[in-house]
């Protein structure tokens, strides 16, 4: 307890620290006295918008190589569900008879809106429905001389609450004088307080911190500014969820039509997509097209040749499911990429929340294709059987609302190019697990083709730590400055006598001038 006198006022200070991810918050109440010691409280708190800055994203507070590595993590983990989401695919079309691609992917698609439950059971976002976002972000490097006004500066008005003192204040100290006329003070049973603005309570607050403090606090502060309301969350979902939709679809009808091995191959150029679309389109240093990313993508596209060639069939008779893979791998690099530049940063938008309006949006749009489709005979409406629903339900759960939320949210922490190279791992993966669990054989393709796959995709990561490194091009570079620059330009002796002789004559004969 801190006791100030200024001019006959007595103020009474109670500070308390609270700490909360890091970041120590001082939350103070000052009691103040006026001449005739009437008590007047100021309470000064700390508002709920600083208390739920602290409790941002742990990805937030993370530097580039913690995040990088968080989202190798995130990015294996998805692998390994694709690849048991795989499987509980393929015994859905073989062992169900339920080739359905349009509804397959319009029932995955609608489960997103589970995430929109949040709703109503996440506080967060609940809040931002029931009122606007308070958070604000200044710049303390630039100085507004209009900032402090009236307005800023104003304390709320009045409200009166009675004062209830304990009985052990009624009690003398040991310290205290025992003449009683200095403890006849007589205070009212009512306290004024007043609360200070957000604003003011927020500067107030960011000032009592420490220096590493400030900063911490300042950065979620500036992330927490910048996040998305929920209004324009779901603007951004309707701008991509049909892209995200012709993605998938296109894909499944090419699992449909052509052999896996040749729609894996071809999905896998999605990578190459995505480096030429980052390059055109990027959302920070790190998209920059060079020359080393494209020869780890190359050398991606062949490993994964050669894996599929191992088990790779020899009918190649139907051109549209190639076509519609090319097709699927474009749409899907142009549905991440663009969503990178929209989004830089995974604390701006909560991602289950993008879904939930994603699934949510292709249910009440994309419903009356199913009459197209039916009378056109492209894919004839059949009801699924009970048995039919339980694994495709389980399927969705799995394969869809939970491994896409957390690969978007591993393309944030690394970048769009290593996130599609995260794809392709999951085709070694699988053949892996064949081999482990159902003791298939593989020619020695496979093994060739699945190192040369992770290289690329460790090389990659390396690339995207290092913004500006392109060993590649450095090493090439250089090769042409030893072949072509290592002739050095060499005096002739020749012409150095004759110029010589040259200017003697002209001397000479300056002198017999």
Known sequence: MIILSTENILVTKLS??????????????????????QPCVLLVRVSESILSL??????????KSQRLLLGLFVLLLVDVIWVSSSELTKYIYRNTNFEKPFFSTYVKTSMFTLYLLGLCFWPPWRDQCNKPATYMYIDPNVEDENFYTEANTSLSDPTFVPIKVPETADKSSGTESDDSSVRSVRFSKLAEVRHMSDTDATEALLARLSYQASLRAG??????????????????????CLLWFVANYTYQIALKETEAGIVTVLSSTSSLFTLVLAALFPSNLGDRFTLSKLVAVCISILGLVLVSLSDLGV??????????????AFFYAAYLVFLRRKVDHEDKMDIPLFFGFVGLFNLLLLWPVFFLLHYCEWEVFEWPTHHQWAFLLLNGLVGTVLSEVLWLWGCFLTSSLIATIAISLTIPMSMFADVVFKHVQYSPLFYLGTLPMFVAFFAVTLLAHYEN???????????????????????????????????IGINSGDHEA
Do not use: H
């Open 469 to 503: 490194w392109d060993p590649v091009m450095e090493a090439l570079r250089g090769a042409y400055i030893c072949v072509f620059r290592r002739a050095r330009p060499v005096r002739i002796e020749e012409g150095d006598e004759e110029q010589t002789e040259s200017l």
């Open 315 to 328: 009918e190649v008779t139907v051109p549209t499911g190639a076509i519609l893979a090319l097709v699927s």
């Open 16 to 37: 308390e620290a609270v700490v909360m991810e890091g970041v120590c918050l001082a939350c103070e109440i000052w009691f103040t006295y006026d001449r005739e010691f």
């Open 54 to 63: 602290c409790k941002g994203s742990v990805s937030g507070m993370l530097n």
């Open 219 to 240: 950065e979620v502060a500036r992330r927490a500014a910048s996040k998305f309301p929920i209004q324009t969350v779901a603007k951004i979902a309707l701008m991509f």
